[in-house]
């Protein structure tokens, strides 16, 4: 009889066991489908974080190339930098070209030009004598340098 219970108890507590299995599996399982949940939430709110980040890189990266194209222009307008050197201009980031261009006076001559106090005006390719003449006689620069280039 002793065995008997014995087989018994063993048995009672074997069924226990397996009861307790099982619970443990379904647990275990439970939870490996919640990691692959929060998985796929994790990964989707990376990638959203991600293409924030990217746009706002791009932002500011169309920021900055539009800040060194404006100032590339004012530069090469004012005389701080002539057209030969757009090209090195254009290759440097727009810090380096900022403190270039902090540290350059416009070119002198240029700066005549610009103001019309001596050489040719950009627009029309008159001399300061040539546009004074122009509004002594009531006549555009323009149709002055049409006439001008048409007889000589």
Not at 59 to 68: G, N, R
Not at 146 to 151: C, L, M, T
Request: aromatic share 2%; charged share 35%.
């Amino acid at each position: 009889m002793a065995d008997e219970k014995q087989v018994a108890a063993l048995t009672s507590e074997r069924d226990g066991l397996k009861s307790q299995v099982a619970a443990l599996t379904a647990d275990r399982d439970g939870l490996k489908t919640q990691v692959v949940t929060l998985t796929t939430e994790r990964d989707t709110l990376k990638a959203k974080v991600d293409a924030a980040d990217k746009e706002k890189a791009e932002a500011a990266l169309a920021a900055d190339k539009a800040k060194h194209t404006d100032l590339l222009a004012a530069a090469l307008s004012d005389g701080r930098l002539v057209p030969a050197q757009k090209a090195w201009a254009e290759k440097q980031t727009l810090a380096d070209l900022t403190e270039y261009l902090e540290a350059t006076n416009p070119l002198a001559i240029l700066k005549k030009q610009n103001d019309g106090k001596g050489g040719k005006d950009g627009d029309h390719g008159l001399t300061q004598e040539e546009l004074d003449m122009c509004k002594r006689m009531g006549v555009t620069p323009e149709d002055f340098a049409k006439a001008k280039g048409s007889k000589c």
